[in-house]
């Protein structure tokens, strides 16, 4: 029986993605030229993804003040509520006006709409939703931010050029690993991971559609990975010859990095931003923060850690992730902590700086994150990070450096279970002021390379094969946009450019972006990431 399922859904998978294919090619509109489309169905979110949007969409608009830049979004959101939105919760203030194309059925990628056979259910809710998308608007580049690599064949029958920025690789072999050592998670119930059967047939239903999920991603032109831990999945799975291009995320380290190291408070706090999503396994810090208070001395240092608090700070997209929130909140009543811990639900970007500002500790629980941007957050801001031992976080992040006098230096500690984050928490909230300066200085060094400037300019050299060299005066931007003035006034109710945009396309004229066979300089210089990429004509993307 399980078979069967298994096959009629992937037929399913298969059938829908043809009927999906027929239809957008009947009904597509005419591809605009100089323009990119961001697939970002709920940009409106408050997570590193969107902060990664948005400096992108900042870099663009500095490197070619002539492009177009639309994003899909789901119904209800305005050009100037995204504006407002990036400008409020990340600092990024964007240079020129967006346009939104709102999608009526974004719905599709809901993962609670899905009960049994989630994956590949999405998939093919992300492939209809792409054809909604294409069928409204076809961009010259059809970007995808949000993972959904399941729209690019659509995108390249409608004409697109294909790039993307991969978060997270939608199947692992982790994933894999996991459900055939039978461990229990959120994504492998114990009805499948009690039994060896039930665990074998996921296995082989893993396996299909990771075949299918690589066919996919073989359509891009353009690939960018935020991690060394996805670069390493992505190369595995997708069916591409050439590698991606690691693009480490922004994070605001400029900003945060000025914050004073000195955290002399009379309670000493400890932090946690995350999105508030099953993944983020927010009941695992609240066990740990609990079992420690419980393991608590009488001594001073006992008093420290009963006296702490943990202040969770993350962003809510819609009704299912404020049901995290309510049953997180159960949860620190039944350990006993609800004195002491608190929630703050889509907190401003000013709060969430000054809170970072006054922390000492840092927590991060979701196996497997593919980079981890809170927790270079926290290290920016001299927050010593307690992060899982897992994915980007400890292949990117919380690794040793070398110290001022030449030894190596932790920079944070990583834990799995609640015994060793609760021992990690301990250690932080009872360390003396010079031990925890030390590791904090060289978390924030470490911290550096993970800017906001470091980020913009991997990103603009990966996609110039697609787009051409800047325009003359172009800049990459840094994307912290605090220090810098907006070059256009507030967006109009529409949030379209308006009549700015047609005068700069009468001034620019009709001026085509030219790349060179091989994309790089003739003697093989320029950027890395530049290098990785597949070298296509940019005859089709005409800025205007």
Same mark, same amino acid.
């Given at each position: 029986?399980?078979?069967?399922?298994?096959?009629?859904?992937?037929?399913?998978?298969?059938?829908?993605?043809?009927?999906?294919?027929?239809?957008?090619?009947?009904?597509?509109? #005419?591809?605009?030229?100089?323009?990119?489309?961001?697939?970002?169905?709920?940009?409106?979110?408050?997570?590193?993804?969107?902060?990664?949007?948005?400096?992108?969409?900042?870099?663009?608009?500095?490197?070619?003040?002539?492009?177009?830049?639309?994003?899909?979004?789901?119904?209800? %959101?305005?050009?100037? *509520?995204?504006?407002?939105?990036?400008?409020?919760?990340?600092?990024? !203030?964007?240079?020129?006006?967006?346009?939104?194309?709102?999608?009526?059925?974004?719905?599709?990628?809901?993962?609670?709409?899905?009960?049994?056979?989630?994956?590949?259910?999405?998939?093919?809710?992300?492939?209809?939703?792409?054809?909604?998308?294409?069928?409204?608007?076809?961009?010259?580049?059809?970007?995808?931010? =949000? &993972?959904?690599?399941? =729209?690019?064949?659509?995108? !390249?029958?409608?004409?697109?050029?294909?790039?993307?920025?991969?978060?997270?690789?939608? %199947?692992?072999?982790?994933?894999?690993?996991? %459900?055939?050592?039978?461990?229990?998670?959120?994504?492998?119930? =114990?009805?499948?991971?009690?039994?060896?059967?039930?665990?074998?047939?996921?296995?082989?239903?893993?396996?299909?559609?990771?075949?299918?999920?690589?066919?996919?991603?073989?359509?891009?032109?353009?690939?960018?990975?935020?991690?060394?831990?996805?670069?390493?999945?992505?190369?595995?799975?997708?069916?591409?010859?050439? #590698?991606?291009?690691?693009? /480490?995320?922004?994070?605001?380290?400029?900003?945060?990095?000025?914050?004073?190291?000195?955290?002399?408070?009379?309670?000493? /706090?400890?932090?946690?931003?995350?999105?508030?999503?099953?993944?983020?396994?927010?009941?695992?810090?609240?066990?740990?923060?609990?079992?420690?208070?419980?393991?608590?001395?009488?001594?001073?240092?006992?008093?420290?850690? #009963?006296?702490?608090?943990?202040? $969770?700070?993350?962003?809510?997209?819609?009704?299912?992730?404020?049901?995290?929130?309510?049953?997180?909140?159960?949860?620190?009543? *039944?350990? &006993?902590?609800?004195?002491?811990? *608190?929630?703050?639900?889509?907190?401003?970007?000013?709060?969430?700086?000054?809170?970072?500002?006054?922390?000492?500790?840092?927590?991060?629980?979701?196996?497997?994150?593919?980079?981890?941007?809170?927790?270079?957050?926290?290290?920016?801001?001299?927050? $010593?990070?307690?992060?899982?031992?897992?994915?980007?976080?400890?292949?990117?992040?919380? %690794?040793?450096? =070398?110290?001022?006098?030449?030894?190596?230096?932790?920079?944070? /500690?990583?834990?799995?279970?609640? *015994?060793?984050?609760?021992?990690?928490?301990?250690?932080?909230?009872?360390?003396?002021?010079?031990?925890?300066?030390?590791?904090?200085?060289?978390?924030? #060094?470490?911290?550096?390379?993970?800017? &906001?400037?470091?980020?913009?300019?991997?990103?603009?050299?990966?996609?110039?094969?697609?787009?051409?060299?800047?325009?003359?005066?172009?800049?990459?931007?840094?994307?912290?946009?605090?220090?810098?003035?907006?070059?256009?006034?507030?967006?109009?109710?529409?949030?379209?450019?308006?009549?700015?945009?047609?005068?700069?396309?009468?001034?620019?004229?009709?001026?085509?972006?030219?790349?060179?066979?091989?994309?790089?300089?003739?003697?093989?210089?320029?950027?890395?990431?530049?290098?990785?990429?597949?070298?296509?004509?940019?005859? /089709?993307? !005409?800025?205007?």
């Amino acid at each position: 029986m399980a078979w069967t399922a298994l096959l009629v859904a992937l037929l399913a998978v298969l059938v829908g993605a043809l009927l999906a294919c027929l239809r957008v090619l009947q009904q597509l509109p #005419r591809v605009e030229r100089g323009t990119v489309g961001f697939f970002h169905p709920f940009a409106d979110g408050g997570g590193g993804g969107e902060r990664v949007l948005w400096v992108g969409v900042r870099a663009l608009q500095a490197a070619y003040p002539s492009l177009r830049i639309f994003v899909y979004v789901h119904e209800g %959101v305005t050009a100037q *509520e995204l504006r407002r939105q990036a400008a409020e919760r990340f600092n990024i !203030r964007l240079l020129r006006p967006i346009e939104v194309v709102p999608l009526s059925r974004s719905d599709l990628i809901r993962p609670e709409r899905y009960r049994h056979f989630t994956m590949v259910r999405q998939a093919l809710g992300a492939a209809l939703l792409g054809r909604e998308a294409l069928s409204r608007r076809a961009p010259a580049v059809w970007f995808d931010t =949000t &993972g959904w690599a399941f =729209t690019f064949p659509l995108a !390249r029958l409608a004409g697109c050029r294909v790039a993307c920025y991969v978060h997270y690789p939608t %199947v692992s072999t982790d994933m894999l690993g996991r %459900v055939w050592s039978r461990q229990a998670a959120y994504n492998n119930d =114990t009805s499948i991971s009690g039994s060896g059967i039930k665990s074998a047939v996921k296995v082989l239903y893993y396996r299909l559609f990771a075949t299918v999920y690589g066919v996919c991603g073989a359509f891009a032109d353009v690939v960018m990975v935020n991690s060394s831990w996805t670069a390493a999945h992505i190369e595995s799975l997708w069916w591409r010859w050439r #590698r991606p291009a690691l693009v /480490y995320p922004p994070c605001d380290t400029g900003e945060l990095r000025r914050l004073p190291l000195d955290r002399r408070l009379k309670h000493l /706090y400890l932090v946690s931003v995350a999105q508030f999503r099953p993944e983020k396994n927010h009941a695992l810090q609240l066990e740990a923060y609990a079992m420690a208070r419980q393991q608590a001395g009488p001594d001073e240092a006992g008093r420290a850690v #009963r006296v702490s608090k943990l202040k $969770i700070i993350g962003g809510c997209r819609g009704p299912e992730d404020e049901a995290i929130v309510e049953g997180l909140r159960a949860r620190a009543r *039944e350990l &006993g902590v609800d004195a002491s811990v *608190e929630f703050l639900v889509n907190a401003p970007f000013d709060q969430l700086r000054q809170l970072l500002g006054g922390a000492v500790g840092g927590l991060h629980s979701m196996t497997d994150e593919h980079f981890g941007i809170s927790v270079v957050e926290y290290m920016a801001a001299g927050v $010593i990070p307690i992060a899982h031992n897992s994915g980007g976080p400890r292949a990117d992040i919380v %690794v040793p450096v =070398t110290g001022p006098d030449g030894s190596p230096q932790i920079t944070g /500690y990583l834990a799995e279970t609640a *015994e060793e984050y609760c021992d990690a928490i301990t250690k932080v909230l009872v360390m003396d002021q010079v031990g925890r300066l030390r590791i904090a200085a060289a978390a924030q #060094r470490h911290a550096a390379q993970f800017s &906001g400037e470091a980020f913009s300019a991997g990103w603009l050299a990966a996609l110039r094969p697609l787009l051409g060299p800047p325009a003359e005066g172009g800049a990459a931007g840094g994307g912290e946009g605090e220090e810098q003035e907006e070059e256009a006034g507030e967006c109009g109710s529409g949030g379209s450019s308006g009549g700015e945009e047609a005068a700069g396309e009468e001034a620019a004229g009709e001026e085509e972006a030219e790349v060179a066979a091989g994309g790089a300089a003739a003697d093989g210089s320029g950027p890395p990431a530049q290098q990785q990429q597949q070298q296509v004509s940019s005859e /089709y993307f !005409r800025l205007p």
